[in-house]
Each structure stands twice: as C-alpha cells, then as structure tokens.
C-alpha cells in the first residue's frame, strides 16, 4: 500500500463502522423523537393535533438511520481526520461572543467572534477580518437604528 492509496474502511460484519455508526444514531434519534411524540394528542384527521408532525418526523428520521446503515454495506467511506485547530477556534469564538455580548457591548462581541474564528483558517488574515468585522459592525448598527424599538442590542456597554 503506498501514501497514495485510500486506507480501506473498517467494518464489522459487513457494515462500514463510520455508517453503521452515523446510521444507528439517526435512527435513535428518530425512535425517541417518535416515542416522545406519544405523549402529545394525535387529534382527528379534521383537527390535527400536536403529536403529528413530531411522529412523523421521528418516523422518517428512523427510515433515513437505517437506509444510511445499509447504505454502509457498500460505502467505501473512512472517517476523515478532524482540523481541531477549527473546532476548537470556533467553540472559542462562540463562548466568547456569548460571553461578551451583554457585559462589553455588540461591537467588542463581534470583534472577538471575527477574530477568535479566523484562527480557524490557516493562513490567519488580519486585515480581511478587521474588514470583516467592521461591515458587520455597520451591519449590526444600520440594524439596530433602522429598527429601533424591535431589535434591541446594546451596541457599547452600559448603553
């Protein structure tokens, strides 16, 4: 086997463990969507009630789990490796955005989002994000004053 070759998938009686994987949670997560939807009234066919749309959509989840899990016995798929430099630039961006947005104001919020997810991105881009984050400061600005009264951020702190 050399670099240029594909490692091929592993698989358990058949089944590529990525999709069978994949395919086994989607279709848990169907089934309890659909077991949780019992506990809403169904309704009439005149009048529908709440419990329709969540089991039938818990039903076509399932339908979809297991057609991903057979859909495995022919993938070639391998589980691609994961850029956790990205993720875990992201998840911080978020956290901090979440944390900064009612103690520091709008502006200092989407600064740290722009910035601390552009580290995601290998070659890190300064002036792209400073001019990304300041149209969305503009942005966000023409959205609060265009529809005062309806959106309601604090643009600096203690505003």
Not at 88 to 112: E, T, W
Not at 119 to 148: E, H, K, N, S
């Amino acid at each position: 086997m050399t670099a240029e070759d594909p490692k091929p998938p592993h698989r358990i009686a058949g089944f590529n463990t990525l999709e069978l994987a994949a395919g086994l949670l989607i279709f848990l997560l169907g089934v309890v969507v659909a077991v949780e939807s019992l506990t809403y009234p169904f309704g009439t066919l005149r009048n529908v009630g709440p419990a329709i749309f969540p089991m039938l959509l818990g039903l076509i989840l399932a339908a979809l789990g297991l057609a991903v899990v057979f859909e495995g016995r022919v993938s070639l798929a391998v589980a691609p490796q994961v850029p956790w430099r990205a993720v875990l630039a992201i998840c911080a961006s978020l956290g901090a955005f979440a944390l900064l947005i009612d103690s520091a104001g709008a502006y200092v919020a989407i600064f740290a989002l722009i910035f601390l997810s552009g580290l995601a991105d290998r070659p890190y881009r300064p002036v792209t994000l400073l001019c990304v984050a300041l149209a969305l400061c503009v942005f966000i600005t023409a959205l609060v004053m265009g529809f005062r009264g309806i959106v309601n951020i604090d643009l600096l702190p203690g505003a």
